[in-house]
Structures are given as structure tokens and as C-alpha cells.
């Protein structure tokens, strides 16, 4: 049987994955403050796990306007030079 080719790469189980462990529901679980040591570890409730992109436009924008602004920066000591 041969290997997956996702298992083959060191870091390519660090992309986001669907199905979380049992440690990593636990972990979320007791983030949640849903989760204590009496419970059992079989039986855990369901955890939900989305990938989010929230934010990413906010900062793209936030990236842009400060590439603008310090682009506007270096045009004005030019600027002024040359009415000199």
C-alpha cells in the first residue's frame, strides 16, 4: 500500500483540515468552557471547525491605503524640489 501524497510533506498536514482529533475537540471544548475532566472522552459533543476569512479584505484595504499614503509621501518632497 502506498503513501498518501499529502503525508509525504513535512508541514502538509498544517493546512486546514475538516476532521479535528479527539485532543484537538477536547481543546476547543474546554475553550468553550464546555468540557471538564469528570466528562467522558467518548461521546464529545460535535465542535465546529470553519476556515474563516474575515478580515481579509478589511486588511487588504488597510495594505493598499498605506501603500497610497506613503506613495503620496514621496511625491511631495519631489514636488516641492522642483518648484524650488
Known amino acids: 500500500m502506498s503513501i498518501d501524497r499529502s503525508l509525504k510533506i513535512k508541514g ?15 481543546e476547543k471544548l ?4 464546555r468540557w471538564s475532566e469528570e466528562n467522558s472522552l467518548l461521546g464529545l459533543p460535535k ?3 470553519r476556515k474563516s476569512h474575515a478580515g481579509r479584505k ?3 484595504a488597510q495594505v493598499k491605503e ?3 499614503e506613503a506613495g503620496a509621501e514621496a511625491e511631495a518632497p ?7
Not at 14 to 23: E, G
Not at 78 to 84: I, R, V, Y
Open 12 to 26: 502538509a498536514l498544517k493546512r486546514h483540515r475538516n476532521v479535528l482529533t479527539r485532543a484537538e475537540r477536547i
Open 30 to 33: 474546554k475553550d468553550e468552557e
Open 47 to 49: 465542535v465546529a471547525h
Open 58 to 60: 478589511e486588511k487588504a
Open 66 to 68: 498605506a501603500a497610497t
Open 78 to 84: 519631489e514636488a516641492e524640489e522642483k518648484q524650488d
